[in-house]
């Protein structure tokens, strides 16, 4: 699916960039050109940004509960 219509990125690369360290709308717009013209897209990129970091600590949660 297509988050930012504007520069053709994907749910998918946004996923990626996620994934491979970005930690910020900056590192996405920096990366991927995400939010750069209309901003429309900003609310749901940034939701990656939120959706990856509970799955990283989701782990560390329950390994300390062992």
Do not use: W
Request: with cysteine.
């Amino acid at each position: 699916m297509f988050v930012c219509v504007c520069n053709a990125v994907s749910d998918r690369q946004i996923q990626e960039t996620v994934a491979a360290g970005a930690n910020s709308l900056s590192d996405l717009q920096a990366t991927l050109g995400v939010a750069t013209c209309c901003g429309c897209c900003a609310d749901l990129a940034v939701s990656y940004l939120g959706k990856h970091g509970d799955q990283q600590a989701a782990p560390a949660a329950n390994g300390n509960l062992q």
